[in-house]
């Protein structure tokens, strides 16, 4: 089975200029952690929604994916080819594969540019289309099916002159403009206007559903994902700490973190009765993280293991899977002191 | 637009530098004597027939104002813009690529910074004669620095924002996004600072001449400042019209680049 995107082992550390842990010349300088050992693997044409709070380095993994940073370890093959040979020896393929759409749509276009020159630059760099008349057509038909009608009608306008909503939407369109087999979408609806994010996320789905294209979604909003995703992974401090099929992951969360974001979620049903799980502290920083599981500190149900080592990753059936130290007692020992309770 | 108007310090700065371009374009109209003739009349009063007297040789100063103000703006301008193009591109590759490529440029640019260019253009004078072209170029390579710094400073914010990232994971080369949108977004500070620039450039020049470094052949204020010393006592006239026109010229460029500095930074127009 060929993998869409294949991540193995993936680190990405960021040295601190200047800054060493403990005292001397020679200690070792700090590293802030960003990714710290991921694993993914996604089928072509699965959307898989990345959940985790601000800093849990979910932008950084989807920097890694395009290359706007390089790893520090670790691989990742993207439709079927290792991405530093890839890049390395057909740059513009591996452009047309894997394509990105920022999070902020008021800057990512160039302001001096029309919504015309920005559409059509794109496709020449490429080379797709002929003649002048072709792209045209082309970014006129996108156009459309982005829902910017009439086409004609934008094409002569300056970024500034549009909404985020309608950027946003365009650049969905510059992306998919190139047909690429993956597509990284970085908190696309996280700064438009709650009436247009409906709208932008069933249009970004449509369009991966009907170009085959698979869908990363990089999000802090467990809705959006819930809405968007066949599959979730959950961040925190750059690893997974809980993957699977994205209703399952959202109805029977197995990792104590996923919980506490799952039950802080807000709910449009006033009379469900949920107990929220507080989380006490800021999210530790991801530099000397110590031997245990990352989470331990700020968990509500950890034990000595936990501050001891860190947790290996359990199935709990085929398509789901956890790092807690909790599931392993529970599916192995079978031990009622270490269930997880909760109301 | 309506902050360019309301800018007074650019405004005046417009005014002075268009009366100066005038008097530049219609010196052959304006001069009432061939500025290179030798009249009969040595060290004549300002009056009826020099308007602004004639010097030692007997050289109508009004004349010579006008025709070299040709002189001064030319040098101005062309060695000015000869530091922006080097400062831009040089500045712009050290901010936007980065890493060893902007250590080793910024350590040139240090260099540069700390050679004192007025000797070294001396020296390049000396040993290779003076004329205006290689005044001008001498004054374009020795000024670059401070383009190069703001330009370094531009690239290094702009290549953060997210549609250069965009640019980049389109596809487009390194290369073509440092000339399509970095330089272009931002350049206005070097604009500004050029303009800056062409005041010293003439400043420098006018220094040279003083000096009698000048181009022989041609006339140029800080020749005439250079050639009325000797006249101060019987002859005020010929040093200090030259070297008002020397301020005023200055002065103009001045008041631009720090108008359209003021206009164009956002910063200092928060203050206001």
């Known amino acids: ?343 | 637009m309506s902050r360019l108007k309301d800018n007074k310090q650019l405004r005046n700065g417009i005014i002075f530098l268009t009366v100066i371009l005038f008097v530049a374009a219609a010196a052959p109209l304006l001069a009432t004597h061939d500025p290179f003739k030798l009249n009969e009349d040595i060290l004549a009063a300002p009056g009826s027939k020099y308007l602004l007297g004639s010097d030692g040789l007997g050289r109508d100063v009004f004349s010579g104002i006008i025709y070299g103000a040709r002189t001064s703006i030319m040098v101005g301008v062309i060695a000015a813009v000869i530091s922006a193009v080097i400062g831009v591109v040089i500045g712009g590759i050290a901010g936007f690529f980065g890493g060893k490529t902007d250590l080793v440029i910024s350590e040139i640019i240090n260099i540069f910074l700390m050679l004192p260019s007025f000797f070294l253009i001396l020296i390049v004078v000396a040993l290779f004669g003076s004329n205006l072209f290689n005044m001008m170029i001498i004054i374009g390579l020795t000024t670059w620095t401070s383009n190069a710094k703001l330009m370094r400073a531009q690239a290094l914010s702009l290549r953060e924002r997210t549609f250069i990232k965009a640019q980049m994971t389109l596809g487009k080369s390194r290369g073509r996004i440092l000339i399509e949108h970095i330089i272009p977004n931002g350049i206005f500070p070097i604009i500004a600072n050029t303009t800056m620039n062409i005041s010293q450039a003439i400043l420098l020049e006018s220094s040279l001449s003083f000096l009698g470094l000048g181009d022989p052949n041609l006339i140029s204020w800080g020749q005439m400042v250079y050639q009325g010393k000797s006249y101060l006592v019987n002859g005020w006239w010929v040093s200090t019209f030259s070297g008002l026109a020397i301020v005023i010229t200055v002065l103009a460029f001045y008041l631009i680049g720090d108008g359209l500095n003021n206009v164009l930074n956002p910063k200092l127009r928060a203050k206001k």
């Not at chain 1, 200029?17 to 694993?39: C, E, H, W, Y």
């Not at chain 1, 047309?96 to 990512?108: L, S």
């Not at chain 1, 034990?303 to 789901?320: A, D």
């Open chain 1, 1 to 343: 089975m060929e993998y869409s995107i294949k991540v193995t082992r993936l680190y990405k550390h960021f040295m601190q200029r200047g800054k060493r842990s403990g005292q001397g010349l020679f200690a070792p300088k700090k590293t802030v952690k960003a990714v710290d050992g991921i694993n993914l693997f996604v089928k072509p044409g699965e959307i898989i929604g990345i959940i985790g709070e601000s800093g849990c380095g979910k932008s950084t993994f989807g920097k890694l994916l395009i290359k706007l940073e390089d790893a520090s370890k670790g691989e990742i093959w993207l439709d079927g080819r290792e991405i530093g040979e890839f890049y390395k020896n057909d740059r513009l393929l591996f452009r047309r594969t894997v394509q990105m759409v920022f999070q902020n749509p008021f800057d990512t276009f160039d302001p001096r540019f029309t919504i015309r020159k920005i559409l059509t630059e794109t496709l020449d760099i490429h080379r797709i289309g002929e003649t002048e008349q072709e792209k045209l057509e082309l970014v006129l038909k996108g156009l459309n099916e982005v829902g910017l009608c009439p086409a004609e009608e934008y094409l002569d306008r300056y970024p500034h002159e549009l909404s985020g909503g309608q950027l946003q939407r365009i650049s969905i369109l510059r992306a998919m403009l190139l047909k690429p087999k993956v597509l990284i979408s970085d908190e696309p609806v996280s700064m438009l206007d709650v009436s247009v994010r409906a709208d932008v996320l069933k249009m970004l789905k449509r369009l991966a559903r009907e170009n085959g294209t698979t869908l990363l979604f990089i999000s802090h909003d467990i809705n959006t994902v819930r809405y968007i995703s066949d599959r979730v992974a959950v961040m925190y401090l750059g690893r997974i700490v809980e993957e699977g099929i994205a209703d399952e992951v959202l109805h029977n969360p197995q990792h104590p973190y996923t919980k506490a974001l799952i039950s802080n979620c807000s709910s449009i049903d006033v009379f469900e009765k949920r107990e929220k799980i507080q989380v006490d502290g800021e999210p530790p920083s991801p530099i000397d993280n110590g031997p245990g599981c990352y989470f331990a500190p700020r968990c509500f149900c950890a034990y000595e293991l936990c501050n001891e080592t860190y947790p290996e990753t359990v199935y709990i059936n085929e398509t789901h899977c956890a790092a807690c130290h909790r599931i392993h007692r529970m599916t192995d020992e079978k031990d009622p002191q270490g269930e997880i309770h909760l109301s």
